[in-house]
């Protein structure tokens, strides 16, 4: 099993930028795919960016440019830094890892961006 425990959301002026953080814990050898997804009211969970244990990221377009993923291995620990914020990021960001064939999420945190 793997534990998931985020942190770092809240309320932000549009513009504002902010930094979420996910530490993982349990069985955490051999995770590959860290990657962050969000959830709007009213809308399905999108991915907003996953990074590979070997660093490779993927980025929706709606977040390039804006967004930067990353991860430090020593600490298991999995970042979002989060500039130029827009009230359309409005919503809950979840942490998703993969270890082989399982997948696991977090709890969520709560972004809101305030025009």
């Known amino acids: 099993q793997v534990q998931l425990v985020e942190s770092g959301g809240g309320l932000v002026q549009a513009g504002g930028s902010l930094r979420l953080s996910c530490a993982a814990s349990g069985s955490i050898f051999s995770i590959n795919t860290m990657a962050w997804y969000r959830q709007a009211p009213g809308k399905q969970r999108a991915l907003v960016a996953s990074?590979?244990?070997?660093?490779?990221?993927n980025y929706d377009d709606s977040v390039k440019g804006r967004f930067t993923i990353s991860r430090d291995n020593a600490k298991m620990t999995l970042y979002l830094q989060m500039n130029s914020l827009k009230p359309e990021d409005t919503a809950v960001y979840y942490c998703y890892v993969e270890r082989g064939p399982f997948n696991y999420w977090g709890q969520g945190t709560q972004v809101t961006v305030s025009s």
């Open positions: 990074i590979t244990s070997g660093g490779n990221t």
